[in-house]
């Protein structure tokens, strides 16, 4: 076991609806699908962005597209119109996600 | 098979790109999206000045340059960009058709404004409680602006088998916009699950222009060729809800299975229950085959019937706002700047201005990225050649975030040293709009279809 950066393995996009920020995470091989699947968790998710993310996040799987989706609930100061954030619409929280450090 | 572009993602979109769509390769609708939440509230204070106003000018300038080309070419256009007042734009647009002495059908969409129903559907019994916390629209009446239904792409379609050549409509889902031409072209019926399902995943594909076709994208985007002239999407649909996604010869950028994924998870929720207003859309049954060439190949889409409801979007002013920013410089660029923020904080705290929020980032640290990139290592830190100091404050007093606009500036000259004030002047303040999104039984709106001008 090695530790590697996501941005390695996936890339991302994300967006945002209201005060939710939504991460697509997709891998950038097949095989490396299950390797995301058993490491990058909603739990992992929620630490990650501790102190970003004030509700819970959820994790929704897609092996057809090797890619996760996870929903990051209270985790825009408001929302696009409301936050006060440089980034309001979480377009960045893609990259942000690609810091995380996992177990290969 | 039918080939469907998109030329604007969003109000604010590149003017050309719809230009292009038309003139570089052959397509036989083109569809606009114009319409952000926030844009709705744009386009009322433009109203509340002007009763001509309320939707998107820079539709009707469109068609004024390509009508010519639109009309040899017969290319049909949909487009969102009636906003709050779909008859003035159509008025515009068959204004400036007759002023090129050319005949045009233009049909709008209506029926999606329940602003003026909100009382009445209160007393009802209709709470439209918000969809996020559940509470009751009641709570929020007197602030509320305006409130409009998501339409789906039926009534467009109606407008296109009444043969407008263009359709103006007011709120519609974005993907309706796409999905509209393949019920009128294939004649999909209500029960088309599928099918359905398939237009509204090829609609989501290509709603937000360039971001499916190497805009930001994030796989090898050093090597995705001309950017400059990046080519805008187009969808080849086929009866069977089959479908590519490509875009003209010859324009920059890329449509790989890589960008086409990341615009798919763009803006979704649970993937197996995308709702919209024609059906329940499942992304975890889309494959996807590079079939050619900036080509990406879609089958084997499912859906589920529609639900009961539509949603509804209901604007309100939620207070005010303002962010200030100042640059600091090496040396000590960081602490300089969190000195200022201390700074600041503590003689908004002596005015006695209280604040719902104060927001404090640091641009050129870790803004963006804040706590999942932690802050500058002690080695990195001493040697940064500038940080950018932005401050926003938000409030239901716009007395106190006027006062908060005047305390930047001061700082340049009464703070701490080697600090710009980014020639920005003094910040604005602005009025807040924040959004309601709540839902509506389908059995209290009904969109209304008509045609200009009319066939007598």
């Given at each position: ?104 | ?195 359905l399902s398939a237009g509204v995943i090829a ?129 000590d660029a960081y602490k300089k700047a969190r ?118």
């Amino acid at each position: 076991m090695a530790k590697r950066r996501l941005v390695e393995l996936a890339h991302a996009r994300s967006g945002d609806k209201g005060d939710l920020v939504n991460i697509g995470l997709i891998t950038k091989k097949p095989e490396d699908y299950p390797i995301l699947v058993r490491e990058v968790t909603a739990e992992r998710v929620k630490e990650h962005f501790v102190g970003v993310c004030k509700g819970a996040v959820e994790r929704f799987e897609l092996p057809n597209l090797g890619a996760l989706n996870f929903l990051l609930h209270e985790a825009l100061d408001g929302g696009g119109t409301v936050a006060l954030k440089a980034d309001p619409q979480g377009k960045t929280y893609s990259t942000a996600l690609l810091r995380m450090e996992i177990e290969v | 098979m039918i080939r469907i572009a998109n030329g604007q993602g969003f109000w604010g979109d590149s003017l050309q790109a719809p230009v292009e769509q038309i003139r570089r390769g052959p397509i036989d609708y083109l569809t606009l999206d114009y319409l952000a939440e926030v844009t709705m509230s744009i386009l009322q204070k433009q109203r509340a000045r002007d009763p001509q106003a309320g939707y998107a000018r820079d539709f009707v300038e469109l068609i004024a340059r390509v009508l010519p080309d639109l009309k040899d070419r017969r290319i049909r256009v949909i487009a969102n960009a009636g906003g709050i007042n779909p008859m003035g734009c159509r008025d515009a647009v068959l204004e400036a058709a007759a002023r090129q002495n050319i005949k045009v059908k233009v049909a709008t969409v209506t029926g999606d404004d329940i602003t003026d129903r909100l009382d009445q559907f209160l007393k009802r019994g209709i709470q439209l409680k918000n969809m996020d916390t559940g509470e009751p629209l009641s709570a929020i009446q007197a602030q509320v602006e305006r409130a409009n239904v998501y339409f789906g792409a039926f009534p467009v379609a109606e407008a296109l088998s009444q043969g407008a050549e263009i359709v103006i409509t007011g709120r519609v889902a974005d993907a309706a916009l796409t999905l509209a031409p393949m019920i009128h072209e294939f004649g999909w019926k209500e029960t088309d699950w599928d099918k359905l399902s398939a237009g509204v995943i090829a609609g989501h594909a290509i709603e937000c222009g360039a971001q499916v076709t190497g805009g930001n994208c994030q796989v090898d985007w050093e090597t995705i060729p001309n950017l400059a002239d990046i080519g805008y999407p187009i969808v080849e649909a086929e009866p069977d809800g089959t479908f590519c996604v490509t875009k003209h010869a010859g324009t920059g950028g890329r449509v790989t299975v890589e960008s086409v994924k990341e615009q798919l998870l763009y803006e979704i929720g649970d993937p197996a229950q995308y709702i919209t207003p024609d059906c329940v859309a499942d992304f975890t049954t889309v494959q996807l085959d590079q079939a050619g060439p900036d080509r990406v190949r879609f089958t084997g889409i499912r859906g589920r019937p529609a639900t009961n409801y539509y949603k509804v979007s209901a604007s309100f002013t939620a207070g005010y706002k303002a962010i200030g920013s100042l640059v600091y410089t090496w040396p000590d660029a960081y602490k300089k700047a969190r000195a200022a923020d201390q700074i600041l904080r503590q003689r908004l705290g002596n005015l006695g201005l209280r604040f719902d929020a104060i927001r404090t980032e640091f641009l050129g640290a870790n803004a963006c990225h804040s706590i999942p990139a932690g802050e500058p290592t002690p080695e990195i830190e001493p040697h940064l050649p500038e940080v950018v100091l932005r401050v926003g404050v938000r409030s239901e007093n716009r007395a106190a975030v006027e006062r908060f606009t005047r305390e930047i500036a001061p700082l340049v000259l009464n703070g701490p040293p080697g600090v710009s004030g980014l020639g920005l002047g003094r910040p604005r303040v602005e009025e807040i709009v924040a959004f309601w999104p709540a839902l509506i039984p389908k059995t209290e709106v009904r969109p209304e279809v008509a045609i200009w001008p009319s066939e007598g």
